[in-house]
């Protein structure tokens, strides 16, 4: 049996949006989640499981160059909380090997901006939360 012993690095991963690479990302995150609850019937032991509505979300972490220039690129002025719906596609795709990973997160907003900065700080970091409409592995 062969095991592979090469993990993901940050270097592995590309984010891309709007039709290009973002070269400013700092993180991302994103999972998908599921109402799920134990049904009681009968007796004291679960009968089932029921299963309710499933949510998208997660965040991007980017320097504010890239913040500032994602906002001026998508052409919506001000806020990039103010952005039209969009695709954001993250890959896990190593330089050596072929066990690539590629999501599309589907239909994604950015849920709300906060800029900060502290004395003697080297850049700016902004995390941008969003939700979305779905996760697909391609």
């Known amino acids: 049996m ?3 012993t090469k993990e993901y690095a940050w270097a592995d991963v590309d984010i891309v949006l709007f039709g290009r690479s973002v070269t400013g990302a700092r993180g991302v995150k994103f ?3 599921q109402e799920k609850e134990v049904i009681h019937a009968s007796g004291n032991e679960p009968v089932g499981i029921g299963h309710g509505n499933k949510t998208y979300e997660g965040e991007l972490t980017l320097l504010q160059s890239e913040v ?3 906002t001026i690129a998508a052409g919506t002025g001000n806020d990039i909380i103010d952005l039209p719906a969009f695709n954001i596609v993250v890959a896990f795709a190593p330089k050596l090997g072929d066990t690539k990973s590629i999501y599309t ?5 950015f849920t709300e901006v906060e800029r900060a900065m502290n004395q003697n700080d080297k850049f ?3 995390t941008l939360p969003f939700i979305a409409l779905g996760i697909d592995r391609v």
């Open 2 to 4: 062969t095991i592979n």
């Open 31 to 33: 999972k998908s989640s």
């Open 68 to 70: 500032e220039a994602l």
């Open 105 to 109: 997160i589907k239909f994604a907003e």
């Open 124 to 126: 700016a970091e902004i």
